[in-house]
């Protein structure tokens, strides 16, 4: 059983970027949610999809977007980069809408804007 | 924001136990009681949950208050690789997508010494 891999772990962009980071899903899961973590911080929520669809999004702005494939893997994409987006970006692999009982983690994507 | 509180810290001794605490006043009849830990550069990983009763599993055991208010997440013997933010997360299963997400706090940062 693979968990969840994300790709690229790190990555440098400049302000006015866009960033596209990817993330596949543990084997057998069919919902994928997306974290920004700020460094010192706990992980804060940024939108969930779930057989395709995005079915639920936290407090942040329409220039983050996703997408999800009919193989579960997802995107996240962020335009118009700003500094205050450097952080890293978990993504996060679970069976069913609800999450069942428990996320599967990647090691997430460590994004600098400068 | 998060509903829980938790110390910012806390330090333990190789091979004692260690007793990680939480304050879930708010709590809901239907939400679970979830912990999860991040070991350094790495993604949040899933420890444990319940909702009413203790549970134990091979990584801790969960002791949950009479009045859920509260309740203490157990490592039997700390190792050097349980250094990490422990958090303690309410969630409501039956809630999918934005509802259904995990809303972390600052958590517990666990160091332990040889």
């Known amino acids: 059983e693979t968990g969840v891999t994300q790709s690229p772990t790190h990555l440098i962009k400049t302000r006015g970027q866009q960033v596209t980071l990817r993330c596949s899903s543990q084997?057998?899961?069919?919902?994928v949610s997306w974290y920004q973590q700020a460094l010192g911080q706990g992980p804060q929520f940024i939108f969930q999809?779930?057989?395709?669809?995005e079915n639920g999004r936290g407090n942040f702005p329409p220039r983050f977007s996703g997408l999800q494939f009919p193989n579960y893997s997802s995107e996240l994409n962020v335009n118009a980069l700003e500094l205050d987006d450097s952080a890293l970006y978990l993504c996060?692999?679970?069976w069913g809408q609800g999450g069942g009982y428990g996320y599967t983690f990647g090691s997430g994507t460590r994004l600098t804007v400068v | 924001d998060a509903k829980t509180t938790q110390p910012n810290s806390m330090e333990s001794n190789e091979e004692e136990p260690v007793h990680l605490p939480c304050n879930h006043s708010t709590i809901s009849g239907t939400d679970y009681i979830h912990w999860y830990r991040q070991l350094p550069s790495q993604g949040p990983e899933y420890v444990i949950h319940?909702?009413?009763s203790n549970v134990n599993n091979r990584m801790a055991s969960l002791a949950i208050a009479e009045d859920r208010k509260s309740s203490t997440l157990i490592l039997h013997r700390a190792t050097l690789r349980d250094a990490a933010v422990y958090y303690c997360?309410?969630?409501?299963?039956?809630?999918?997508?934005?509802?259904?997400?995990?809303?972390f706090g600052k958590g517990t940062k666990l160091s332990v010494k040889p």
């Open positions: 996060a692999s679970s």
């Open positions: 084997s057998g899961h069919n919902t």
């Open positions: 997360i309410l969630r409501d299963l039956n809630y999918g997508g934005s509802q259904g997400n995990l809303i």
């Open positions: 999809y779930y057989r395709e669809e």
């Open positions: 319940g909702l009413t």
